[in-house]
């Protein structure tokens, strides 16, 4: 069945292989009217190209954007935006052998259970490489949500056993070292730990956090619409996702309501929370203070070692795997983690819109 | 919009307030031939009835369903199935009083912000009692992947700082006493541990756990419709849920990839895994062991403590919760986990049964 | 596969069966603060009643609506609008000969192939008392839709070879007579026409037209949610419809372009049209002219002559269909087709309220 | 919102306008390995191509496809398959002037009103080029139900009042004429017909009509999934069809029911109908016997004619489409109708393999 397609009123569908002709998505309802270029696009691409950091596999793909349908004069029409990325640096080669057995910790096995077959180049569209129409599309919603003082920034809150500390947050730290960590002390302390995985020919897991300003209160729909149950959709359908927080997460769980509740006050004339434990989100809809979330990654699956698997006639076998691959996943998947939000914020803050039917009598009284 | 649905093949459609006439369901897309009676349905409902643990409310609800569609000669039909579970235990005047004000950690806030209004009786839509219609529709998933031979069993992992031990593991203690703690040892510690928060005027967390046996291979698709991020939005949307977990969920973002990743080897002539730290989903499909998952769930926000707050008139004011309230909701939830969990497993077994050609020719060569 | 759920973000699910327990309608994303009470229901279904009119079955069924959910003190809460009409006049031993074999025109042999087996009693699902649910769902969208100015009126159009002249147009004698005919002169033609079917134990068919007026212009979605598609998809799900038109529909492929077109003139300050033959849809979009629909429902299948048919075991046979049968459809699916209207548009008016960035940054800027 | 998607399990998404850099679609949700090459597209497209026909626009485009996803080693792989055809025969001067007035029978006044603005250059999204995507998307369909061995052929059935004769049937002649009609004499009255049209700068309209042979019993849902359903507003989104039918479809209004109805026979041991008014479908769900539907398409609104309108602002003008424009669409559309036919029966083949409990059984007995 078709499970490439996410998303409500702001969809998009997403196709195409690590080593096929090229990647992409189709961005369907998108408002008219959001000045959108190529730029826009390739600013967040870049953010998750490989070779961009030093612990993201040296593979070198310009992952050039291009946009064939949707805007029209610089702004978006209202139909389909559809965007075009080909593979330029394919080496299938490195892949063949992969053909005759099963990665562990990969897709293959369950590709051929589900399929009868599988495109094993590169892992096919199990690939990281997947998540590109996921960024390009994440671009359109993070832009659109900035015209509407939203914003929505991730960074690696933890590799290994490092977390940062959020007193020592610095996002440009983040943007511009290897790790994507917002904090200079842990981003060092992460480095060397990542050193040492890549010295024992090992990989490595960590926490992205994201973190949603100037949200509106009322987003997200009750009981299956819930903001939060969407977005833990849109996160652990990122690749190697293996747990996902809203707010204190899994620590609400040893909390009393005493300490987890946030109380209301009232602050300039507005309603406020004096804590946020709960991260933003009431009964699944936002309660205007910040949401924030995290997305725990698992060690990337590929590593030099020597590692047991069977092959497809039935055999166990002992395998070293070859080619080009992240020590660790973290670093690249921030964007991705960003993208998957924007989508979902976006598409729920269109679904909100018709809430009561005073909006609807305001909008079409003209 | 409409949040009420969820499911693509067997859908669900939940409708329904704390203090309303009724609560209910519409299950549409089982398939026909299941024998199924109220019965089958009332053995959940019973496991979630207010009253059933002394860790519950006392409010008495006979939560009797009635079957009105759907069904005939013992057997579903194809069309869709509706049930209706009256209310009876009604007592709104005890909530009269939170009408004016917003109690902390529940949606009364984001309600009003998004509708302009609130039915405030109970936390009318917002209310645990809507998980009647999920516990509803659980039990025809469950009875139907029965048939299949596929199992699903919640039971509670922790509550607060105390957690059971697997090797201890007894289901039929699970399932007889206060906590839903597979572990006698541990439901004593919690026992001791919850009355201490009662007389404390507070509340307590904790965690539901839950397995799936016997689930064949091939079931999840690709991208978005990952088998564990449809489990992540079916349990995040049930209230109070803050983090969901899938195999080793957080802890796999600390481990190395050479202890991460589950061997594959040959057993008695099938293809198995020597370990399972991914909880049975590779790449997003089930891999043909165990899969497992956790919910973790925030202390009940209704304590009897005096809290601060701000009422509609934008006043600081401060209050104290009256009425009928769980000290836990995990115990009650673990049914509602188990449900959840069934209907989404069955829904993407249906949706597995065409991603072959060969199925196809098979299916339709008749 | 699931196929009762209506509507994308206006959703309305229904069930139920013609001897069923009961049957209804789960409404959901209606906005909230829509003033409603049975009354507003009652008076959609009460149109709708057996009995109502001489050429309807006599059977009587009071079909009163309960609403169980979604309102409170008077108002739409945004939550879902559960509605309940309860099966009083069931005869069912009526059926129980059809249980043996195939009625022509029916669902009975198609229902078999597809599911197994089926309930016999009166059609069950395939009846045309599920349209109850649809005419509940429909009452509250037109209830909506008045609300914003919008009307929808939908009326028998012809009988048999009987069409009314529009210079008579006289929709009170369509409301107050037995064919439904906003007509008087054509209405007594097709009930004389009638009378003599129902002397030849025969049935006869007719049209159903509906007009929309003061739709803005812009409502619906280019490529498949087109406004005339959306509609066509409402209106063939109704039982015995066999085709749709809107505009000149049909007569529109014997024309040319330079009488097809209509031309744009403008008239008091506002862009308006000569014509109309596009029927008020031009890309799938409304265009602000009157919207015009047509439905041709086939003749009751039900009827009292000696019919040609196999049985399940496979033999050829003759039978003669007994008990209560409307001898024509129309007149009762005048309010249906309305429904379904009403509900379509509802649901495309709320769709259209994100089509441009400026009515977010407007809806936002709060 | 998001309009540009249809289907459920086999699930297209179109994209691209007229004078874009490029037109394409992606299919979601095909079965994995169905024998799959561009010759098999690219075969379809070749009969929407403008220029094939003396009646279509003497506009040359190549429209040659690109597979950019979801093939290997020849075969489909289950996962999105996206593809391509880019534009060549751009030339936005013809529609510069254009971006001032809003054509008659365009949509280019509907879409400024939805919008704000539009992509004028040939109609943007709005111009029959968007069928490309249907088309494409409609060779996949068709190859798979082949090989289940169900055929689907659409022809032109009426051009103005010129209609085929059924007994004259001949497919060859309608694949090879300029009208697409399969009977050798309509061919040559509709051919002069039209060369009066051009004459007279005027343009005509038509039928398609689409049988689909060897459908098994069984195929499509209740209510709103009814087969017919859902075919309706497959063909009525194609721009320019105004009616659907289905079986006698208009003509059923005028019938009665013992004329109407198709009694059943047994024949060499199976059930079958004596005749075939209801066009393969009782109660939305496949009887076994030939589907056949209606698709009338209005006459070309572009016409060379002198046509009154008004401009964007607001001034009544009078204009003269220049450019290239088919005297009609009928010819060219006959391959959009199959294909939208075979997209709708393949997706709902694919929903019917849940309908039994026993299918589950069988499938998953493995």
């Known amino acids: 069945m078709a499970g ?6 702001f969809k998009i569908t997403t196709w195409g292989e690590s080593h096929g002709a090229a990647l992409g998505v189709v961005v369907d309802g998108c408002p008219a009217g959001l000045a959108l270029c190529e730029v826009d696009i390739q600013t967040f691409l870049d953010r998750r190209k490989p070779g961009a950091t030093k612990f993201a596999t040296q593979r070198k793909e310009a992952d050039s954007v291009e946009i064939l349908s949707g805007i029209f004069e610089g702004k978006t029409t209202g139909t389909p935006i559809s965007m075009l ?17 099963y990665r562990p910790g990969h897709a293959d096995y369950t590709f051929d259970q589900k399929y009868g077959f599988r495109d094993y180049r590169g892992g096919g569209r199990s690939s990281g490489r997947e998540t590109i129409g996921r960024v390009a599309a994440g671009a359109i919603a993070a832009k659109a949500l900035a015209q509407l003082g939203i914003s929505v920034t991730a960074y690696t809150y933890a590799i290994g056993d490092i977390t940062i500390n959020m007193e020592h947050f610095d996002l440009n730290e983040a943007r511009t070292n290897h790790t994507g960590m917002p904090d200079r002390e842990a981003n060092e302390k992460a480095a060397a730990y990542l050193q040492e995985c890549m010295k024992n020919l090992d ?3 960590g926490v992205v956090a994201c973190s ?9 729909e009750p009981v299956f619409g819930k903001l939060d149950a969407n977005l833990a959709k849109a996160i652990m359908s990122i690749g190697a996702v293996k747990a996902f927080e809203i707010g204190d997460g899994t620590a609400a769980a040893k909390s009393n309501g005493s300490i987890n509740n946030d109380c209301f006050r009232m602050k300039d004339g507005a309603v406020t929370k004096t804590t946020n434990h709960a991260g933003g989100v009431l009964g699944g809809i936002s ?11 698992k060690p990337t699956p590929s590593i030099f070692q020597e590692q047991e698997t069977v092959n497809q006639n039935g055999e166990n076998i002992t395998v070293q795997i ?16 960003e993208a998957m939000t924007a989508v979902t914020i976006f598409d729920m803050l269109l679904q909100n819109m018709t809430a009561q039917m005073t909006h609807l009598q305001h909008f079409y009284k003209k």
Do not use: C, M, W
Request: cysteine-free.
């Open 322 to 337: 070859k080619g080009r691959h992240d020590p660790i996943i973290v670093p690249r998947a921030v964007v991705v983690v």
């Open 4 to 9: 490439s397609t996410f998303g409500s009123l």
């Open 212 to 220: 949603v300003k100037n949200l509106p209160a009322g987003i997200g």
């Open 203 to 205: 990989s490595a897991g």
């Open 287 to 297: 309660d205007g203070s910040e949401l924030l979330l995290k997305a725990y990654f």
């Open 85 to 101: 990325i080909r593979n330029t640096s394919q080496r299938s080669a490195d892949y063949s052998e992969i053909a005759s057995y």
